[in-house]
């Protein structure tokens, strides 16, 4: 007859508790760390016032500057002997301005005979080309000369001939119309004369 005996005994395993020194250990520890954190939080707070404080007085300082360079920048009053100076400057050089205009005019080679000008254009003669209008204005050295010829190519021949007289050695002609006519062509020239021509 066999028999079986169980010689294990079941014993249940209870659990420890922390012990009061741990607890405690972790307590210290915990606060440690919070008060670190804390620490470097006050710590970067100060410096970002004492940053704040600094930008503040700068701007303080800019803002009494810029007052006192807006006072300084005040537009001086007009002097009224400096205005009264400069009007009699500025009539001075009219009156110098319209001596020098007269005295121009009355130099000698300032001066344009109309004789002259009609001389000029009697010496030259081109068949097929003919005037119908003159007309010069000695005073502003302008003359204007209106005719017809019977081809384009007289014209510019006209003038260059006429270029050699001594009314028009120095004469600038600006405008040139060409209109059709009947016969031909009409023209006007329109042309300025230098007195230094006319010597």
């Known amino acids: 007859m066999k028999q079986q005996i169980n010689l294990y005994l079941h014993q249940d395993v209870q659990k420890v508790p922390l012990s009061a020194v741990s607890c405690l250990l972790i307590v210290f520890v915990s606060l440690l760390l919070l008060g670190a954190v804390y620490g470097y939080n006050w710590q970067q707070q100060n410096i970002l016032q004492v940053d704040m404080a600094a930008l503040k007085n700068k701007q303080s300082r800019l803002q009494q ?41 009355l130099r000698s080679d300032s001066k344009i005979q109309f004789s002259s000008v009609l001389q000029g254009l009697s010496e030259q003669s081109i068949d097929g080309l003919w005037l119908t209008r003159i007309q010069s ?34 004469a600038h002609f600006d405008q040139l119309q060409l209109q059709e006519a009947e016969r031909g062509l009409s023209f006007l020239v329109n042309g300025e004369l230098q007195a230094g021509g006319l010597e």
């Open 137 to 170: 204005d000695t005073a502003i050295r302008a003359v204007i000369l209106e005719g017809r010829a019977l081809t384009p190519d007289l014209v510019p021949r006209y003038l260059k001939g006429l270029g050699q007289e001594a009314a028009y050695t120095r």
């Open 65 to 105: 500057d810029y007052e006192s360079l807006r006072q300084r920048m005040v537009t001086p009053a007009e002097s009224p002997a400096l205005k009264k100076e400069l009007e009699r400057i500025n009539a001075d050089l009219a009156s110098k301005r319209r001596f020098e205009l007269v005295l121009g005019q």
